[in-house]
């Protein structure tokens, strides 16, 4: 690249002023070469055409950790923008629990994880999860409505059961009731990774109940291969990154991918892999439109979905 095409777009500064837009502000971060708000304006314009590509087949992953906050309601407004949801079994945990009236708490970082084993309460980052809104309430919600789908029938996919659960479900706040209302499935490839699935399994014990998990990765194997397009808003890694861009590589890669994450590339672990690493695999195109985004997804994300 010569020296004129490098220096082609000089920095400029943000002019701040009372009343701005979120996506005025994002809009502003676009020209002012700003480090990791260069890369957030650019993958919210990767989102803004992913979105709008009526061809295009997108796809929304996240881990369990950001549901026990309240990111829990702004990922509930998303669903309906998205195609697929590929997530982990503690999103099933998390969502559940707060949607039959589980209570989380805010706390700290810095509790002492002794005393609070003691009182029963669990610590996920700064969150406080007491025993009594987490497994109590999967328990008892749970077992009524397991009993309701044998009836209908013995074997279900994850996602067909996802469903069903989210029909049932009484809460706006809630990422299972919205994409059983907006007909979005979600996937869980890890679905006994969880009480959710933990739940599952002691009711198979004395029940003829029976989880069909490859149901689930035929339907996944027909998205991707009935699409002309796809696009993914990926956050964090794990599983749920993993599923989004291992089946995409057998229709040829993400034609747009856009990743959010705190971690560092240099352990060699999928979490930290720049999309750029996905290339190599085919799971991404080499002329998807691409960008990592580092950063809080509990920061980043509210910001993006405004500014969209």
């Given at each position: 690249?010569?020296?004129?095409?490098?220096?082609?777009?000089?920095?400029?500064?943000?002019?701040?002023?009372?009343?701005?837009?979120?996506?005025?502000?994002?809009?502003?971060?676009?020209?002012?070469?700003?480090?990791?708000?260069?890369?957030?304006?650019?993958?919210?314009?990767?989102?803004?055409?992913?979105?709008?590509?009526?061809?295009?087949?997108?796809?929304?992953s996240?881990?369990?950790?950001?549901?026990?906050?309240?990111?829990?309601?702004?990922?509930?407004?998303?669903?309906?923008?998205?195609?697929?949801?590929?997530?982990?079994?503690?999103?099933?945990?998390?969502?559940?629990?707060?949607?039959?009236?589980?209570?989380?708490?805010?706390?700290?970082?810095?509790?002492?994880?002794?005393?609070l084993?003691?009182?029963?309460?669990?610590?996920?980052?700064?969150?406080?999860?007491p025993?009594?809104?987490?497994?109590?309430?999967?328990?008892?919600?749970?077992?009524?409505?397991l009993?309701?789908?044998?009836?209908?029938?013995?074997?279900?996919g994850?996602?067909?059961l996802?469903?069903?659960?989210?029909?049932?479900?009484?809460?706006?706040?809630?990422?299972?009731?919205?994409?059983?209302?907006?007909?979005?499935?979600?996937?869980?490839?890890?679905?006994?990774?969880?009480?959710?699935?933990?739940?599952?399994?002691?009711?198979?014990q004395d029940k003829?109940?029976?989880?069909?998990?490859?149901?689930?990765?035929?339907?996944?194997?027909?998205?991707?291969?009935?699409?002309?397009?796809?696009g993914?808003?990926?956050?964090?890694?794990?599983?749920?990154?993993?599923?989004?861009?291992?089946?995409?590589?057998?229709?040829?890669?993400?034609?747009?991918?856009?990743?959010?994450?705190?971690a560092?590339?240099?352990?060699?672990?999928?979490?930290?892999?720049?999309?750029?690493?996905?290339?190599?695999?085919?799971?991404?195109k080499?002329?998807?439109?691409?960008?990592?985004?580092?950063?809080?997804?509990?920061?980043?994300?509210?910001?993006?979905?405004?500014?969209?």
């Amino acid at each position: 690249m010569s020296k004129s095409s490098l220096l082609s777009n000089p920095v400029k500064e943000m002019k701040l002023r009372k009343g701005m837009t979120a996506r005025e502000i994002v809009e502003q971060m676009k020209g002012a070469g700003g480090f990791g708000a260069k890369n957030l304006a650019d993958g919210v314009e990767v989102l803004r055409e992913m979105l709008g590509e009526k061809e295009c087949v997108n796809f929304l992953s996240f881990p369990a950790c950001i549901v026990a906050t309240g990111m829990r309601g702004a990922l509930a407004q998303v669903v309906k923008d998205f195609d697929v949801i590929i997530t982990t079994c503690g999103t099933l945990d998390h969502d559940l629990a707060r949607a039959w009236g589980g209570k989380y708490y805010e706390g700290s970082f810095e509790l002492d994880d002794w005393k609070l084993h003691k009182q029963g309460v669990n610590r996920l980052g700064n969150v406080l999860v007491p025993n009594e809104s987490y497994g109590e309430v999967l328990e008892k919600g749970m077992e009524p409505v397991l009993k309701e789908l044998v009836r209908v029938k013995e074997e279900w996919g994850g996602r067909e059961l996802i469903h069903e659960f989210g029909k049932r479900v009484k809460d706006e706040d809630s990422i299972l009731f919205q994409a059983a209302k907006h007909n979005v499935p979600i996937y869980v490839p890890g679905i006994t990774d969880g009480a959710f699935g933990t739940n599952l399994a002691l009711f198979a014990q004395d029940k003829k109940f029976k989880l069909n998990v490859l149901k689930d990765e035929k339907e996944l194997s027909d998205v991707v291969f009935d699409s002309k397009k796809t696009g993914a808003l990926m956050v964090g890694g794990g599983i749920s990154k993993h599923h989004v861009i291992w089946w995409n590589q057998f229709k040829g890669g993400l034609d747009y991918a856009v990743y959010v994450t705190t971690a560092s590339q240099y352990d060699g672990s999928l979490s930290g892999a720049r999309l750029k690493e996905a290339v190599s695999w085919g799971k991404v195109k080499e002329k998807a439109r691409m960008v990592t985004v580092d950063g809080d997804a509990t920061i980043l994300l509210p910001l993006m979905f405004a500014a969209l």
